[in-house]
């Protein structure tokens, strides 16, 4: 055996390991940020089945619609006088004259709706939609002018009628009324008058002649519907007032006019609307003439809007998910820069992929059967306890994972705020982005950001 040393050439000292990607602190975030765009992937897979549910809760409406009733819009009584002139004859055509149909309508100078709106929910599976019943009451002053006809058309005023109709009268033609001076007269259909969108009833006067120029005629009547979602008036007069009450708490008053007078109270709402100044109140028309009297009439009324509607809600607070992916990740970034805490990029995959549960697996699949505010209080809950529980393993410290709770917690709660505001969420966000920017930035104040 020999003492000769070995040769260091013979059995070198082994090498210490070097780690396989050695990465600085702005390598760190690097790697962070594109993590976060990367989670960006599921979250706009997210926003696709928001708006499956929401085309499913669009058919379910108009499934109902379709079965119950649509969005009414009550047209009041206007005087038809029916027109006729020859119809143009070829140079050798022979045969009994042919006659061209028209009429001259007549618009009330006053006309006033009053609708008592009784609304519920109807659902069907996991959808529903807001139907109601209305009790219309109407009436209506009719000066009859000195009424012309185009040239060559004479005027049937034997045949002339008053007309009231709805967008759908399945369940009004039954319990429909009218009566001109306290005389009741007799619905008949009025189904050949050129109307798209809008049914009209016809109320045969059965004059003998023309009436003496300046008659008034003194209308008063009730309609019976049943609508979902939106009623309304079309305000063909020289002015129109519609009332609406309602034991409905979120109304949303839409048309070509707002209304005089609103009052949304627990019970319910009431509003008033008075609109038709400058109507022409005689119009000579054609062929058709229900659909050229209505051609460019916009109508005044109220939307039955849902409380809190789960799935627009949803879909709004998806789209704050960067928000969170970016305050959940740099609260993990000042860990590791102010406590010295390290974290595996790997950890702040899986802290992304809980929260991308929150407005996919939770929030939309709960608010279904739950409603939204359930849904939401349900999903904070869970991503918070599950986060927060991850968190604890990773830092092991008992201080840190209770100012993460808090933290997301609070974002959680800032959330619903901002999606309660409507009107001032950008404010409120931009102002929350700022204190939180202004935090971060005199926190890492000392760090050296150059440094391994």
């Not at 109270?265 to 062929?287: H, I, K, T, Y």
Request: aromatic share 8%; with cysteine; glycine share 10%.
């Amino acid at each position: 055996m020999s003492d000769i040393p070995h040769s260091p050439l013979s059995s070198p000292k082994p090498m210490p390991a070097r780690p396989f990607l050695r990465l600085g602190r702005a390598g760190k975030l690097a790697l962070v940020g594109g993590l976060l765009l990367l989670l960006l992937v599921p979250h706009l897979m997210i926003e696709a089945v928001i708006e499956e549910r929401e085309s499913y809760q669009e058919q379910v409406r108009d499934g109902i619609a379709r079965s119950w009733g649509p969005a009414q819009s009550v047209l009041g009584p206007v005087l038809v006088v029916p027109t006729r002139s020859p119809a143009p004859r070829a140079p050798h055509e022979t045969g009994p004259l042919r006659w061209e149909r028209g009429a001259v309508a007549v618009l009330p100078t006053q006309m006033k709706a009053e609708a008592a709106l009784s609304p519920e929910r109807r659902r069907r599976g996991l959808f529903e939609a807001v139907i109601y019943e209305a009790e219309v009451a109407l009436s209506a002053s009719i000066v009859v002018p000195a009424v012309t006809a185009d040239p060559g058309a004479e005027l049937l005023w034997r045949e002339a009628f008053l007309a009231t109709g709805a967008t759908d009268l399945r369940s009004a033609a039954a319990a429909a009324r009218l009566s001109v001076e306290g005389r009741e007269l007799v619905a008949r259909d009025a189904s050949e008058n050129g109307c798209i969108g809008t049914e009209l009833i016809r109320w045969d006067l059965g004059l003998d002649g023309p009436p003496e120029p300046g008659l008034s005629l003194s209308v008063a009547g009730a309609l019976s519907l049943r609508g979902t979602g939106r009623f309304g008036l079309l305000p063909l007069a020289r002015r129109a007032e519609l009332s609406v009450v309602a034991p409905w708490v979120t109304p949303s008053f839409s048309g070509a006019g707002l209304p005089v007078r609103a009052e949304v109270r627990d019970a319910g709402f009431s509003a008033e609307w008075r609109e038709g100044a400058g109507q022409l109140l005689v119009r000579n028309l054609g062929p058709g003439w229900c659909g050229t009297l209505m051609a460019g009439e916009t109508q005044v009324g109220v939307d039955l809007l849902e409380a809190v509607p789960t799935y627009r809600m949803v879909t709004r607070a998806s789209k704050y998910a960067v928000v969170f992916f970016v305050l959940a990740f740099l609260t993990y970034v000042l860990f590791e820069l102010v406590a010295g805490v390290r974290i595996h990029i790997v950890q702040y995959g899986l802290l992304g992929l809980s929260l991308v549960l929150f407005p996919l697996l939770l929030l939309l699949a709960f608010g279904g059967p739950l409603g939204f505010a359930a849904a939401y209080a349900i999903s904070t809950a869970a991503v918070v306890v599950q986060a927060s529980v991850y968190t604890g393993a990773v830092t092991r410290r008992a201080g840190l994972t209770g100012l993460f709770a808090c933290v997301l917690a609070g974002l959680f709660g800032f959330l619903y705020v901002v999606l309660s505001l409507e009107a001032y969420a950008l404010l409120a966000g931009a102002t929350a982005l700022f204190l939180a920017l202004s935090v971060v930035m005199a926190v890492t104040r000392r760090v050296d950001w150059a440094s391994e």
